[in-house]
């Protein structure tokens, strides 16, 4: 049995003369939910128990709360994983994100761990070959806003596939509701797609949204292979991780997005959660909130998503972040100067905002990106 161990690493709010009590109890809440003096067996005090590692004054940003902050370490057992993403987190963070003077910040995964993760099917370079976009940065748009019939989302997909959009999203929201059953909009959204293509001679992929519990996913999953879909939305924090993760094994002909819905609920930093853990768990793209739009994210925050979504992570393919929330056609050339080409652009309101004009202001959003990734 593996004797390795994670490093999670927390930011604690409080005083200097409590902040060792506090990594004490964090340390052992994060293993055996027990006082150390209750810990009789052996083996366990000395391979289970979580041992802490290092507390260090925090300087990252200032959140405005105020107070002393500190970076407290924790070294945990590998073995209390499962290995699953669920438990994974639950030993990250589980307990211990009840206590609001707690952050989990970063999280060291031995190679045990990163290996029994699927991480992503395709990655970067599979949802290139998938549209056809070998260097440039893809572009994306999601179908919103939800309440319309599948035939009114089916012509908004046809526009953007026209437009020649890379990939063509639900809105998160858009589910199995009885305004736009799954089985009735996914085909007839496909079909909208493939005879943009056939227009086009382009490759412009559907990923409509999955919900429900595993034996609704099973159906919606059945409906997308019979549809010819190869791409999917899911949202890992409202699904679960670990049905997120098994959706991915048992489906891995499918690219999947991760849509960061619920992530912000968790007080676990973007950068570890969007970036590192999803793209474990099977993400071949992260949704994120792009700085400048909608959200609060820093430049720094979003910055950070990306790296940890593209760099070395043991075998594991990258995956292609996705910047996105309140963005404009206007800012296309600034993200690419921020993220480079290994990015794919999500512009949704400000297309449909245009009104009559989406699908000139559609093609403006393809042709800046394509301008910038020309030689």
């Known amino acids: 049995m593996s004797a390795e161990r994670i490093c999670a690493v927390y930011r604690v709010r409080c005083a200097a003369d409590t902040v060792q009590a506090r990594a004490q109890a964090i340390a052992l809440e994060q293993s055996v939910e027990l006082p150390l003096a209750a810990v009789t067996d052996a083996r366990v005090r000395e391979r289970i128990v979580g041992r802490i590692e290092a507390i260090d004054p925090d300087v990252g940003d200032d959140d405005g709360q105020g107070g002393e902050c500190w970076r407290v370490s924790v070294a945990l057992a590998a073995e209390t994983t499962g290995p699953e993403p669920g438990q994974l987190l639950n030993m990250l963070f589980g307990n211990t994100s009840l206590q609001p003077d707690v952050e989990l910040v970063d999280a060291w995964l031995p190679a045990s761990v990163l290996e029994a993760m699927p991480g992503p099917g395709v990655g970067i370079e599979g949802l290139r070959a998938m549209v056809g976009a070998h260097r440039r940065a893809l572009t994306c748009t999601a179908l919103k806003p939800q309440g319309l019939p599948p035939q009114a989302l089916a012509e908004l997909a046809h ?217």
């Open 159 to 375: 526009t953007f596939a026209l437009a020649g959009i890379d990939v063509i999203k639900d809105d998160h929201g858009i589910a199995d509701q009885a305004y736009s059953p799954f089985e009735q909009r996914v085909p007839l959204v496909q079909q909208a797609i493939e005879r943009a293509n056939e227009r086009t001679g382009r490759r412009s992929v559907y990923a409509p949204s999955l919900s429900g519990g595993p034996m609704r996913l099973a159906e919606q999953l059945r409906a997308a292979h019979r549809s010819g879909v190869r791409c999917l939305l899911a949202c890992p924090m409202v699904m679960g991780v670990a049905v997120f993760t098994e959706l991915v094994r048992e489906h891995g002909d499918f690219a999947i997005l991760a849509h960061p819905a619920l992530a912000g609920a968790s007080r676990i930093a973007p950068a570890l959660l969007l970036g590192r853990l999803f793209r474990l768990f099977g993400a071949d793209a992260v949704v994120f909130p792009n700085f400048g739009g909608r959200f609060s994210y820093s430049r720094k925050t979003c910055l950070a998503i990306a790296a940890c979504a593209r760099e070395a992570l043991g075998a594991h393919r990258p995956a292609m972040p996705v910047p996105a929330g309140g963005m404009r056609v206007d800012r296309v050339e600034e993200m690419l100067d921020e993220y480079g080409a290994d990015v794919m652009l999500l512009i949704g309101g400000h297309l449909l905002e245009a009104g009559a004009s989406t699908p000139q202001r559609a093609r403006e959003f393809v042709e800046r990106v394509e301008r910038a990734g020309s030689p």
